[in-house]
């Protein structure tokens, strides 16, 4: 992630929570802890967090990733499968 890209996220996440407060050193560490990080994954993990916490993200709730590969939606488990329950 750039500078911008945090500072992006950060304004996302301090408009949304009142008591989020920003500043030049809060920027410098998140950048810092945050560069290696893919900007498509920290957002919207910033903006899935806004819609369903009340309080504010930390670097590693932003962080986190899916544990399930990406295909494994594509596949649903059916305990019933090859079963035939109507006898």
């Not at 498509?40 to 986190?64: F, G, M, Q």
């Amino acid at each position: 992630m750039t500078r911008e890209q945090v500072k992006h996220v950060m304004k996302l996440i301090s408009f949304a929570y009142s008591n989020f407060e920003v500043s030049k050193e809060k920027v410098d560490i998140w950048y810092d802890l945050l560069a290696d990080e893919p900007f498509d994954l920290v957002l919207s993990n910033a903006k899935r967090h806004v819609k369903e916490k009340t309080y504010p993200p930390t670097i590693a709730e932003l962080c986190h990733r899916e544990e399930r590969p990406a295909y494994y939606k594509l596949y649903v488990h059916n305990v019933n499968a090859g079963e035939d329950w109507t006898q």
